[in-house]
């Protein structure tokens, strides 16, 4: 995991930064850390989790979308994080979606595929 996040193949830069800036914020207002539990996904993965192979930035290479461990924050928490994301990257069309695909709750975060990028 930790080798998917820090490797430029692995993961897209721009969501590294963010999710590195958001674990600070998360630290200096809630105290708690942020856990990464998935990044990028295989298109056995994905059908195992889906049923199908369904899109997903967790596809791409680099990768476009982590999940984070959701348990541990309150609602309040999570909701400061989605703010957090919304007011810093929000003009960027970056996707924070907290649910359960039925595999857990986590919150997903997602950052769209550059213009003109085959990435």
């Known amino acids: 995991m930790e080798e998917q ?35 990028r996904r295989t298109p056995e993965r994905q059908r195992e989790i889906y049923g199908c192979l369904k899109p997903s930035r967790h596809l791409d290479s680099p990768c476009g979308a982590v999940d984070l461990r959701s348990r541990g924050f309150t609602a309040e928490e999570i909701l400061e994080q989605q703010n957090w994301i919304e007011y810093w990257y929000g ?14 709750e986590h919150i997903h975060i997602q950052v769209p595929r550059l213009v003109g990028s085959r990435r």
Do not use: P, Q
């Open 5 to 39: 996040f820090y490797s430029h193949e692995g993961m897209d830069a721009r969501l590294r930064g963010m999710i590195l800036e958001l674990a600070g914020f998360v630290s200096r207002t809630a105290g708690k850390n942020l856990v990464v539990t998935e990044v």
């Open 91 to 104: 003009d960027w069309g970056v996707r924070f979606i907290h649910h359960d695909v039925g595999r857990g």
